[in-house]
Each structure stands twice: as C-alpha cells, then as structure tokens.
C-alpha cells in the first residue's frame, strides 16, 4: 500500500434549517460577498430570498453574478474574476450545483493571479497557489465540489473541456441540506446517482493493492446509491434517500477512498470530451460509458475485481464461476442505469456521431495513454465508443 496525505478541512453544516450559520461563517472571511448561481432554479424554489435574507441579517455587502451554465464556460469565469477584482470581493458564495461551484472556484483563483484564468488548464497549466475563500451551497447531488479540491471549465472557442485539481479551491464551508435536492427532477437526480457511482467506481476498479477497509467503504457508499437513488426518483422528497445521496456524493471524491492510490481515471476523461463536443450531462455520457468499459477491461487478469464488487455490491451468488459472476454484475449495473435511472443507453440515442471519435479519443489521451484499471490508447477509447453506438 502507497503512502498518502489525507486532508479535508472543508467544514460542512449537514441537514435541514442550518442556514442560520451561514452569514456568520462567511463573515469570518470579510464583508464584500461574491454570490454566484445557475439558470435560476435557486430562484424557484425560493432558495434565493432565503439566502439573501441571512446574507442582510450579517450585514454583508452583496454582489451577484448568475447565469452559470450546466458544463459551466470560461467566459462565466471570467466575469466572476472582473467582479471580484473591482469590487475587491472578500468571499464568494456559490449557491447550485457542480458547475457553478466549479466555476466560483476559479473564480477565486483567477482573482489572485493576474493572467487568463483559462491559463490554469492544460499541459502548460499555471499553478494555482491561492484563490479568495469559497463557501457553497449545494443543490444537486453528483460531482462532489462541495468537497473536493476539483472543477472542471469547458471552452467552446478551443472545444476543451478540461478539468484541474489543487488544494487551494477546497471549499471553505458546505451546507448541504438534502431538502434543497427535492426539486432536482428524475434526469439530474439519475444523472447525479451515476456520477457519484463512477466516482467510485474509478478508484475500486484499479490494479493496485487495495486497503481492505476502504474497498468496504465504496462497497458501501455503491449500495446506497444502487439502493436510494431510484427511490429519490420515484419520491423526490424522500428525506432519508436525498441524504443519504448527499452525503454519499461528497465523500465519493472528497480523496479519502482514494488511500493512496495513484491510478487515473479512465470513463471520466472520455466522458469530458463528449462534454466538449456534444454538451451533454455528464452523468449521462458516464452511464453509456462506464459498462462498456467494464466489458472492455474484462480478462482473467481483472475478473476478481468484477467478482468481488458483483458479490458485494449486488448480492451475486459467490460459488458461481468467476466469469458468470462478472458478467453478471456487467448486466446489473446497465439494469441500474438504464432501467432502474431509466437513462438513454447508446451514443446513437443521443446524438454522439462515430465521425468524432478519433478526435475525441486522441483528446481523452492528450496528457498520454490512460493509465487506468486497464491502459487505453487512442485506439482503445475508440473501440469502447464504437461499443456505445
Ligand atoms: O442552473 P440552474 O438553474 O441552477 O439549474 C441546474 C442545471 O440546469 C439544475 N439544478 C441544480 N440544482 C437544482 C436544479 N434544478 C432544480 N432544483 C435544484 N435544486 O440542474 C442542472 C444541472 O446542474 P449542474 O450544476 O450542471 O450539475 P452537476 O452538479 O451534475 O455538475 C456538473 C458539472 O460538474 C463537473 C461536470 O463535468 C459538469 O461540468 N464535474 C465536476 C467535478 C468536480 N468538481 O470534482 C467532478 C465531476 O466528475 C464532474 O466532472
Ligand atoms: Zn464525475
């Protein structure tokens, strides 16, 4: 087992009615607010008001940058850099989900350095060493940027979607009330349930030595989104199944599973390029993705895995042979996410044309071949797209 660094100071506030804190923790940070939001959905619920509301009770300076688009634009994110340096914001408060906590966070950051903030992604990224404090309030439950030390931009000019890691962006402060997630509807809460799940998946399907401890842990937390998130679906104010989600979606990339692990990602960087091209929800392109790369890496060199998680994770009968066993948690899995989410289940369902993959797949290997559960080439990826069609 590898040696590794285990560090999540984010403080997170869980549960119904905890937004009474929220003025007096972002007043820690100053008095000049950067609020940051999507297309509205804050405003429907009647979120908005509630948060302004504990924003005036602490006297706060408030600010406002909306429209942050879902696949969030690096064009959002530099207005929120313009804002904050005019107006010398002190904290930013993200209020949605994924994408406009990711873009606040490089907002943040591009409020510290004086170059594009499109500078910090690529293969020559800038460094990020420190961004303004982040507070978020989460409302969808799926990527974990509530947590996490990520985010992901998409530029529609170079037709990247890229994404960047570093420890300054972690948010400061979380609230997460899972009665903000009743109003998600069917497809963002089933497109969340994957995400969370590929999350998982991405670190317990690895080739390296596992920490038993750990394995338990995302058998776990796979259990109980394959349990909860269809009945978050069919009862969307299920406060038992929106929590136990919520909480499983932070933990599910917040770096604790992870124990040392240092293997990439595979279905996460091809999903970001059908992102670029094709601007679909993400948890959607993981579910077409994620059991035809399963069936890819498949061999007798990887089955144990695949036996250990049908076993565990959907109660396979362990006396059966190996191959069944695998083959059968393959057939489980597309079960959950085609039946039970009820999501599209080919490229051709949703539009992704065979003409786009070489590009795409040489973009999913730019920094190299992913060295993932399985090694995949260019001509890899291409065979596991050609398997979605
Ligand atoms: O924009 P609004 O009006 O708020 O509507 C959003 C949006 O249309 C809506 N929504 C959010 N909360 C709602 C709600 N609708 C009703 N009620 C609520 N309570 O849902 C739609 C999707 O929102 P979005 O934020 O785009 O979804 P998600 O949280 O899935 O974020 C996806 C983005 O995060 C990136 C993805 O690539 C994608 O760009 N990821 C970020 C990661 C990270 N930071 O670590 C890791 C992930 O793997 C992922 O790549
Ligand atoms: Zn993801």
């Not at 940070?29 to 009770?57: H, M, N, Q, W």
């Not at 997630?181 to 390296?208: K, P, W």
Request: aromatic share 10%; hydrophobic share 40%.
């Amino acid at each position: 087992m590898n040696n590794f660094v285990y560090n999540i100071p984010t403080k997170v506030y869980f549960g119904e009615n905890q937004l009474g804190h929220l003025g007096q923790e972002l007043a820690k940070f100053g008095k000049r607010v950067l609020l940051t939001y999507g297309g509205g959905s804050i405003k429907r619920s009647g979120l908005y008001d509630r948060v302004l509301d504990e924003l005036r009770k602490a006297n706060l300076e408030v600010y406002e940058l909306s429209g942050i688009e879902p696949n969030p634009r690096i064009e959002s994110v530099r207005k929120g850099v313009e804002i904050c340096k005019q107006k010398d914001i002190d904290v930013l408060l993200a209020v949605g989900g994924g994408s406009t906590i990711d873009a606040t966070k490089f907002m943040a950051a591009g409020a510290c350095v004086e170059h594009d903030p499109w500078e910090f992604f690529g293969a020559d990224a800038k460094p990020i060493e420190r961004a303004l404090p982040i507070v978020t309030i989460l409302t969808l439950s799926a990527t974990g940027s509530e947590m996490d030390t990520a985010g992901v931009i998409s530029n529609l000019e170079t037709g990247d979607k890229l994404g960047r890691l570093a420890p300054a962006l972690l948010p400061r402060v979380s609230f997460l009330d899972p009665t903000l997630t009743y109003t998600v509807n069917r497809y963002q809460t089933a497109c969340g349930a994957v995400d969370i799940m590929s999350h998982i998946l991405e670190v317990y399907f690895n080739t390296q030595e596992d920490l038993f401890m750990l394995d338990c842990f995302m058998e776990g937390m796979l259990k109980t989104v394959v349990k909860y998130a269809p009945i978050a679906i069919a009862e969307p104010e299920n406060y038992e199944a929106r929590a136990n989600i919520m909480w499983t979606s932070s933990w599910a990339i917040n770096g604790f599973i992870n124990g040392g692990k240092r293997k990439a990602w595979s279905c996460h960087p091809m999903e970001h390029e059908l992102s670029a091209v094709y601007d679909i929800t993400h948890g959607l392109g993981l579910a077409i993705l994620t059991p035809r790369w399963m069936k890819y890496c498949l061999d007798e060199t990887t089955v144990d895995k695949y036996v250990q998680y049908g076993v565990n994770v959907f109660g396979i009968d362990a006396s059966l042979d190996k191959m069944e066993i695998a083959k059968r948690s393959i057939d489980l899995t597309e079960e959950f996410l085609f039946e039970n989410l009820g999501l599209q289940r080919t490229f051709t369902e949703v539009g992704i044309k065979r003409e786009d993959f070489a590009m795409m797949a040489q973009k999913a290997c730019r920094y190299g071949d992913i060295k993932g559960f399985k090694t995949l080439t260019p001509k890899d990826v291409e065979a596991i797209f050609e398997m979605c069609l």
